[in-house]
């Protein structure tokens, strides 16, 4: 991400019927608003849930937001996030081509989250 | 979990159609095999893959497993939380009452997990 701009980050969850799934990336939003103040964060959905990804992208370029980073809030990497995710990325470039709108790979690839999430098995065991 | 007798952590998931979804969560089983070697780590899934939570449930069960410790990987704690995991564990504790099932929370209720997920964020849009 350039270090002029205004920039933003997406992140962009499944989404759910019960208002309550979408608490935890709220709890991200919160920790990374503190940590990156100069930084818009956002959340998006994929479905059953608004803000669509398309919608939260279309406001943000309305805005003046330049430097779009999205942040998949994914486990596993199945159809959502190797046949939907692709076209939408496709078709919010193809709309704004003044913007820059780049996906990091899903959470669920990065190792630490899954050293994070096995130490804290170990404790809840022992 | 008790200190003595067979005990086994169940990883368990959505699931997905596509066989790769699952590889985060082998690479969680691999770690936590490595770290807790008396510790039978298993997944299992809530549809689209198997082997089902009770097919694997009533698996240990045959081999002599006293205590079993699910951990739901889901983010967001929506209906399949709450609604379909109790009525789950409650028919595995019906059928098998000799056999002590617990579940953890889900990993998305612990804060750890959100921080982890936030500090990889931070490194990657600096």
């Known amino acids: 991400m350039s270090s002029t701009g205004k920039k933003a980050i997406v992140l962009f969850g499944h989404g759910a019927r019960d208002p309550q799934w979408a608490e935890p990336m709220k709890r991200l939003q919160s920790i990374l608003t503190a940590q990156l103040p100069d930084v818009q964060i956002e959340l998006a959905f994929l479905e059953l849930m608004?803000?669509?990804?398309?919608?939260?992208?279309?406001?943000?370029?309305?805005?003046?937001?330049?430097?779009?980073?999205?942040?998949?809030?994914?486990?596993?990497?199945?159809?959502?996030?190797?046949?939907?995710?692709?076209?939408?990325?496709?078709?919010?470039?193809?709309?704004?081509?003044?913007?820059?709108?780049?996906?990091?790979?899903a959470v669920g690839q990065w190792d630490a989250v899954w050293q994070a999430i096995a130490t804290e098995i170990v404790q809840q065991v022992q």
């Open 50 to 105: 608004a803000p669509s990804l398309p919608d939260t992208v279309d406001c943000m370029a309305l805005g003046g937001t330049e430097y779009i980073q999205v942040v998949p809030i994914f486990f596993g990497k199945g159809g959502h996030l190797k046949n939907d995710f692709p076209v939408i990325m496709a078709e919010m470039k193809q709309k704004h081509p003044g913007l820059s709108i780049e996906a990091t790979a």
